[in-house]
């Protein structure tokens, strides 16, 4: 074999070295959080969620990983979006057509939802608190949670005709819209 192919081989092999670890790095850095969507109607309105579903793991999630009555960014990476094309009603409320950010106080009784109109920050701070300016919160109603049939083991969200729903770990949070 002459120079040039060995030089080429060598080349090739090396390149070829190069992409599989490339790869294999990159799909050990998945996010332990992947990003989700819901989507859905209700009534006239297309409602989406965007958000990151992390995983429960073995941990205690609800008055633990996320404590109770302290504001929480509702996923986990960004702070979570909710979207609609069409102006709706949430617990009596209007909320205008347009993208929000959402975050819960979660309480053992009973949850604050908020809609704030700041989207696609970060969503906590380097103290460890939610990315939320207060003063851009658009709309804040109550919730009440409730025990789910099964274990959730990653953070979901539904959109519903009646309204979305939060399921993560044993816990379900229903708010109706209209």
Not at 64 to 87: F, I
Not at 126 to 133: I, K, P, Q, Y
Not at 148 to 164: D, F, Q, W
Request: proline residues 6%; hydrophobic residues 40%; contains cysteine.
């Amino acid at each position: 074999m002459d120079m040039k192919r060995k030089l080429l081989l060598h080349s090739l092999s090396f390149f070829v070295l190069a992409v599989f670890f490339t790869f294999s790095s990159c799909a050990q850095d998945a996010p332990k959080s992947p990003p989700a969507t819901a989507t859905g109607k209700i009534g006239a309105a297309n409602v989406t969620i965007n958000y990151s579903s992390p995983a429960v793991n073995g941990r205690k999630v609800w008055g633990e990983l996320v404590p109770y009555d302290k504001v929480w960014r509702a996923g986990a990476n960004t702070a979570t979006s909710l979207e609609t094309d069409k102006d709706i009603m949430i617990a009596g409320k209007k909320l205008p057509a347009g993208k929000y950010s959402l975050f819960a106080t979660p309480g053992e009784k009973e949850w604050n939802i908020i809609l704030n109109s700041e989207t696609g920050q970060w969503g906590i701070k380097r103290g460890g608190e939610a990315n939320r300016d207060p003063a851009k919160d658009v709309l804040t109603v109550k919730a009440i949670p409730r025990k789910s049939a099964t274990l959730n083991e990653r953070l979901t969200y539904l959109v519903k005709p009646e309204g979305i729903v939060l399921q993560w770990e044993n816990l379900e949070v229903p708010v109706a819209i209209k």
